[in-house]
């Protein structure tokens, strides 16, 4: 049982790690119902044979932390899009305590290493397909990624994940190399792998990473020396001479390996144009109008928000970030102010856990054994670089919400919580019920998470297939799968308004009034449904009012375009609506007026798109032509 567990915990991790690549659910399920069948396999022998005891500080930590995420989330504002918090908390939680108990020895660990590694090297396969040219090459048919030209992204769209990922794997290898056991050919494997890596993080061109990566190699190298220091202090200075050689040797060289094109990104868009800070402020504002900053607005609830607090410094080409771009700042507004305060307290006391590991090993059992080499050692100095590099990456990014770098970071943190003490030196102080609450929640978890698979999980795929449909024009095959969305999840907001549009499809000149009727009475009923659901995004209310107008219910279209005002103040779209509602009903002066407070805009529309000055002119058009006397019209004209 304790092998299938382990093995069904690998191939969870390797589906994950190639589909699994996106902030959205739909590549997850695979790896989720894996990872909830180990799960459940786990939780259901109750008694589990764990060779080192965990800390239970780290134990009570994650629980804490767990427990008031899925909570917050499940009680979110907006369900469909707090779910996707939720899955991947559960995923992360139950991939921390199978590798604190299933794969607590450090030989199991090398073998999620080695799935580690493997994942690696099929991601730099696929950054070669990238880098040859093919920019928007996918693993999966039909889906193409979507990110521009110039960076390369393996099997993730966004390369700033594909180089979070990267780190992690960076140091672990490295912690072997330096401090685990194995043949001379395994550990020049994984040097290989080292360098190949660092090289694929740079063609990611991720500054995030970059930084990330030097504070990292900083922390490794401390308490890599460290420990040098405590168990073979004879080889202490030649040690340090050979890595700062190697450090400015290999730094050097990835300099000049990324130097073009970090020049060309930087020349692109400099530091001062860097839309990062404007998101920031974004994210600011909501906390500032939030009332309830204790514990946040909700899951996501800046994908919604963002539109509303959008700084009006924010250049208008810059379309609306959706993700903070700063982990913490996401925390922050989604979570409050307890969601940091207990990531805080994960962080610290897994931490504390990894260093009194390295203490001990050090003061305790290598003066009994008298060896160095020890895959306990390196495993636990590399989750703490590691650890510390996507910590400052996530100053910029939002790696965390990506199920494959998500469930990564959770086996780093198993790593520290249980990193290998043994023996009577070290008794672990046990705190009451943790253990207990971990197995039940194993258990709970994997159970949600099969539901997942079985109801979001099918209307997910519905709804991909919705997608293809769509990019097919086949109009009839798109509303059929939204409807089946729509059945196997009534949460699914956007489903209710994709469908409605196409139901605005259907309405014709040429067909009858009663036709059109009852499809602007479908239309107007999804599009109240997706309202009723998700109250916060702008477009909804938007095309509820074109529908309303059709239907003559002027005033109930102006209430709701003046709705979508407020929910997006900055935006061309919802001004233009309005400009466009007064053009219907011919009220020329103040339908002028709105046209030219659109074009006032901070956040415009994107190109391609309806721009007020098309729908402007062509109501001077149409206002000139009404004014134009009958007997100077043309002979003729009607």
């Known amino acids: 049982m304790h092998f299938l567990i382990f093995i069904l915990l690998l191939l969870a991790l390797l589906v994950t790690g190639i589909l699994g690549t996106e902030t959205r659910l739909l590549f997850f399920w695979p790896g989720c119902a894996l990872l909830a069948l180990a799960g459940l396999l786990t939780g259901l022998r109750w008694k589990i044979r764990v060779r080192f005891p965990p800390s239970d500080y780290c134990l009570a930590s994650v629980a804490a932390l767990t427990l008031y995420l899925t909570g917050r989330a499940w009680f979110s504002p907006v369900v469909s899009l707090a779910r996707e918090d939720l899955y991947l908390i559960l995923g992360c939680f139950t991939a921390y305590v199978l590798m604190v108990t299933v794969v607590n020895h450090p030989h199991w660990r090398i073998a999620v290493l080695g799935v580690l590694l493997t994942l690696a090297a099929g991601n730099l396969a696929v950054g070669l397909v990238h880098f040859s040219g093919n920019w ?21 769209n966004n390369p700033n994940h594909l180089a979070a990922f990267f780190s992690y794997v960076i140091f672990l290898c490295a912690g072997i190399v330096c401090f685990g056991r194995g043949s001379a050919t395994w550990k020049l494997l994984l040097s290989f792998f080292i360098v190949t890596l660092a090289i694929g993080i740079s063609l990611t061109v991720s500054r995030g990473a970059l930084l990330g990566l030097i504070v990292g190699g900083f922390v490794f190298a401390i308490l890599g020396l460290w420990m040098v220091w405590q168990t073979q202090r004879h080889l202490f200075t030649r040690i340090l001479v050979g890595g700062i050689t190697l450090t400015i040797l290999g730094g050097g060289l990835l300099y000049k390996i990324n130097e073009e094109h970090l020049r060309r990104r930087m020349n692109a868009l400099d530091a001062t144009a860097d839309v990062r800070t404007h998101v920031w ?39 609306d970030p959706l993700f903070t771009h700063n982990d913490y700042l996401q925390m922050l507004v989604d979570y409050g102010w307890i969601g940091l305060v207990l990531l805080a307290l994960v962080v610290l006391t897994h931490v504390i856990n990894g260093l009194s590991f390295l203490h001990w090993f050090g003061h305790w059992k290598y003066p009994m054994v008298g060896l160095m080499p020890s895959n306990g050692v390196g495993l636990t100095i590399g989750s703490l670089a590691g650890l510390t590099a996507t910590m400052v990456h996530g100053i910029f990014e939002f790696h965390w919400h990506v199920a494959a770098t998500a469930l990564t970071g959770s086996l780093l943190l198993g790593i520290l919580a249980n990193p290998g003490f043994q023996g009577p030196e070290h008794q672990p102080r046990r705190l009451p019920g943790v253990r207990l609450f971990l197995k039940l929640g194993l258990i709970g978890a994997s159970v949600v998470m099969l539901f997942g698979v079985a109801t979001v999980g099918r209307a997910d795929y519905q709804s991909a297939k919705a997608a293809i449909a769509a990019k097919d024009k086949d109009s009839f095959g798109q509303i059929r799968a939204l409807s089946e969305v729509i059945d196997l999840d009534p949460q699914a907001a956007d489903a209710f308004y994709q469908r409605g549009l196409l139901w605005l499809d259907q309405v014709n000149e040429e067909k009858s009034v009663g036709v059109n009727r009852r499809a602007l009475e479908k239309a107007r009923a999804d599009f109240e449904r997706a309202i009723g659901l998700n109250p916060d995004r702008f477009l909804y209310p938007l095309a509820l009012a074109d529908t309303l107008d059709s239907l003559g219910k002027k005033s109930d279209a102006r209430k709701n375009i003046e709705r979508a005002i407020k929910l997006a103040p900055q935006h061309e779209e919802p001004r233009l609506s309005l400009a466009i509602h007064l053009n219907r009903h011919r009220e020329w002066a103040t339908a ?47």
Not at 293 to 305: E, T
């Open 136 to 156: 928007s090459f996918h693993v999966v048919p039909h889906f193409v990624r979507t990110f521009g030209e110039g960076r390369i992204g393996g099997f993730f």
């Open 281 to 319: 402020r974004a994210a600011l504002n909501q906390h500032d109008a939030s009332t309830h900053p204790w514990i946040g607005d909700g899951a996501r609830s800046f994908y919604d928000l963002c539109f509303q607090y959008r700084p009006k410094e924010m250049p208008v080409w810059s379309a």
């Open 592 to 638: 002028e007026k709105a046209y030219l407070w659109a074009s006032e805009a901070s956040a415009s529309n994107l190109n391609g798109s309806m721009r007020w000055g098309d729908a402007y002119f062509e109501m001077l058009r149409q206002a000139a032509a009404e004014a134009v006397p009958e007997a100077a019209k043309p002979l003729g004209q009607k």
